[in-house]
């Protein structure tokens, strides 16, 4: 396990904090918790207001130690989002919760975004709202 001074970057905003690194898995301390995530740690599950996520029978130990530290890649898979980070470690991005892809996936609207074509002219996406448009991608990765 390499101690860290790690940076979270969320939906919430940006926070640093003194950390572990253990392999996949991103550990920081229980008074750290609420100002990287916005979540509190309870002994009701993770909490923020009224709204609380219990930790499943079991997975205790996945999600917090006896040391009180918080494994937060362990608290993204029990919400259902991605938890990346840098090669080195030190920069995490935690992805937007599970209702915020929702909504933009309901809306069926695909973000705006401006690209050139082969001849060099830009082309944005709105220009063709309204209209049928075939979206084709393609990655050498």
Do not use: Y
Not at 30 to 59: N, Q
Not at 85 to 112: F, I, M, Q, Y
């Amino acid at each position: 396990m390499n101690n860290i001074e790690a940076t979270l970057l969320s939906e919430d905003g940006e926070a640093s904090f003194a950390a572990a690194a253990d392999g996949e898995d991103l550990w920081i301390a229980a008074s750290d918790v609420e100002k990287a995530i916005g979540w509190k740690l309870t002994r009701d599950g993770f909490c923020r207001g009224s709204v609380c996520i219990p930790i499943p029978r079991g997975s205790e130990a996945e999600l917090s130690r006896a040391d009180g530290a918080v494994n937060l890649t362990g608290f993204a898979r029990l919400r259902g989002q991605a938890l990346v980070r840098n090669d080195d470690k030190t920069v995490w991005a935690l992805d937007a919760s599970t209702g915020a892809r929702t909504a933009v996936r309901a809306s069926l609207e695909a973000p705006d975004f401006t690209l050139p074509d082969l001849g060099g002219r830009m082309h944005s996406l709105h220009q063709h709202r309204g209209k049928k448009v075939l979206i084709a991608s393609w990655a050498s990765w």
